[in-house]
């Protein structure tokens, strides 16, 4: 059954601490991107990736980090110097020809302690 | 860089009746536009799109969506919602050429009273 993982669902950090947020696809789709969700505010894009070994800042990229080594995974780092990193992330990937709509993950809930 | 407004930000409305929920986008090119729906508890998930052609799309559900490029809207509706349509809508631009960087508007929160 074809689609995309984040992992995990709840993620508690605390203050000062990296933590990252796991996503996996096995749609083969070129292009994978993460986003921050946060009530009232819609999705913004945070990073995006369209070819392993190369991505994009989004626009609201400080404080996070990624790496794209596997066409499959995309994780996402939020630093210590995300100062307000309580929100609901969410992954989602495309074939990434043909302006094709994306696909998203479940979502993961990080929470500062 | 393009923008979308989506006017209605909590909307309420009894079984049965008829459902128009409002978007707008700003950009000076050509588009492509999504509307995703995002159920209590599940992820999110394509409705409808609209790439090129007719301007009223179908979607899944009994959804459907006019392209009005003088308005730059892309309004979805519904002749008659059920108390399953409880969710929140989320309506997205793309520029035809680019990066196929998707911009989502505020999302609207749809509820349905039985």
């Known amino acids: ?3 995309i993982t984040q992992s995990p669902k ?21 292009a994978m991107y993460w986003y921050r969700q946060d009530p009232g505010q819609g999705l913004r894009l945070i990073y995006y990736s369209q070819i392993v070994n190369d991505f994009q800042k989004g626009d609201i990229a400080e404080g996070y980090s990624v790496s794209r080594e ?21 992954c989602a990937s495309a074939p990434g020809y043909g302006n094709q709509p994306q696909h998203f993950g479940d979502g993961t809930r990080l929470s500062i302690l | 860089a393009q923008s979308v407004s989506q006017h209605n930000h909590h909307v309420i409305l009894s079984e049965a009746a008829s459902l128009e929920l409002g978007c707008n986008y700003s950009y000076g090119g050509t588009v492509n536009l999504f509307w995703y729906v995002q159920y209590p508890g599940q992820h999110l998930q394509l409705l409808l799109k609209y790439f090129s052609g007719d301007p009223l799309v179908k979607g899944i559900k009994g959804f459907e969506a006019e392209f009005i490029k ?10 008659s919602v059920q108390w399953s349509d409880t969710a929140e809508y989320f309506c997205a631009v793309m520029p035809n050429f680019g ?7 505020t999302g609207t929160r749809l509820t349905i009273i039985p």
């Open chain 1, 10 to 30: 709840y993620l508690f950090r605390k203050e000062g601490q990296n933590v990252t947020l796991s996503c996996e696809q096995n749609l083969n789709h070129d």
């Open chain 2, 70 to 79: 003088s308005k730059f809207s892309f309004n979805l509706r519904k002749p």
């Open chain 2, 99 to 105: 990066n196929e960087k998707l911009t989502f508007g």
């Open chain 1, 1 to 3: 059954d074809g689609g």
């Open chain 1, 70 to 90: 596997k066409k499959e995974s995309f994780p996402l780092t939020v630093t210590s110097a995300q100062k307000n990193p309580t929100a609901f992330y969410l």
